[in-house]
T-cell receptor, first 114, second 113 residues
Framework: GAVVSQHPSWVICKSGTSVKIECRSLDFQATTMFWYRQFPKQSLMLMATSNEGSKATYEQGVEKDKFLINHASLTLSTLTVTSAHPEDSSFYIC??????????FGPGTRLLVL | AQSVTQLDSHVSVSEGTPVLLRCNYSSSYSPSLFWYVQHPNKGLQLLLKYTSAATLVKGINGFEAEFKKSETSFHLTKPSAHMSDAAEYFCVVSPFNTDKLIFGTGTRLQVFP
């Protein structure tokens, strides 16, 4: 149990376009999900906490207008990178905690902005 | 503020020899501590979690970690490395009463035949 999926697994887009990444909890409901960013050969940095039915909470230094988060249902959170630029290229990972024990992570989405 | 420090960015061992990945934490409260593993092009997998129930925590794939409050350490060990253990390992702390995770910088484990 506790499976988290992400779609797409990788995406290439042109600079200036927007990209939407989906995070789904497949076998449990998640009122809270988390979005992380990981640069090559670096650690994960928490970007924001996604709350079902309410606004996301962003970490310091993360532009909320740049990284739009929507948590419209108990099994789906989306991260939209708006007006993407090459510096937004990264590995984006979501997670959720189904039973209050530990975070379970999605497989990640690799974004490349040309 | 809570944080974790992974003391080695790279660790190399021979197959069949012990593994030691070091982690020190900083916390004002009794923390929740985790070890996660990330294989290339795969998602993070939980190896083990420390709560306050027991200082020696056994995880999956033969890994275990010992919580030492006096040393503020939570080192990950395995008696005998396997080639499939080669991956990136993250020591992680969760601030009190939240689900947020704060990651260490990671340790890349290489296993040589």
């Amino acid at each position: 149990g506790a499976v988290v999926s992400q779609h797409p697994s990788w995406v290439i887009c042109k600079s200036g376009t927007s990209v939407k990444i989906e995070c789904r909890s497949l076998d449990f409901q998640a009122t809270t999900m988390f979005w992380y960013r990981q640069f090559p050969k670096q650690s994960l940095m928490l970007m924001a906490t996604s709350n079902e039915g309410s606004k996301a909470t962003y970490e310091q230094g993360v532009e909320k207008d740049k990284f739009l988060i929507n948590h419209a249902s108990l099994t789906l959170s989306t991260l939209t990178v708006t007006s993407a630029h090459p510096e937004d290229s990264s590995f984006y990972i979501c997670s959720a905690n189904p039973r209050g024990w530990a975070q379970y992570f999605g497989p990640g989405t690799r974004l490349l902005v040309l | 503020a809570q944080s974790v420090t992974q003391l080695d960015s790279h660790v190399s061992v021979s197959e069949g020899t012990p593994v030691l990945l070091r982690c020190n934490y900083s916390s004002s409260y009794s923390p929740s501590l985790f070890w996660y593993v990330q294989h290339p092009n795969k998602g993070l997998q939980l190896l083990l979690k420390y709560t306050s129930a027991a200082t020696l925590v056994k995880g999956i794939n033969g890994f275990e970690a010992e919580f030492k409050k006096s040393e503020t350490s939570f080192h990950l060990t395995k008696p005998s490395a396997h080639m499939s253990d080669a991956a990136e390992y993250f020591c992680v702390v969760s601030p009190f009463n939240t689900d947020k995770l704060i990651f260490g910088t990671g340790t890349r484990l290489q296993v040589f035949p």
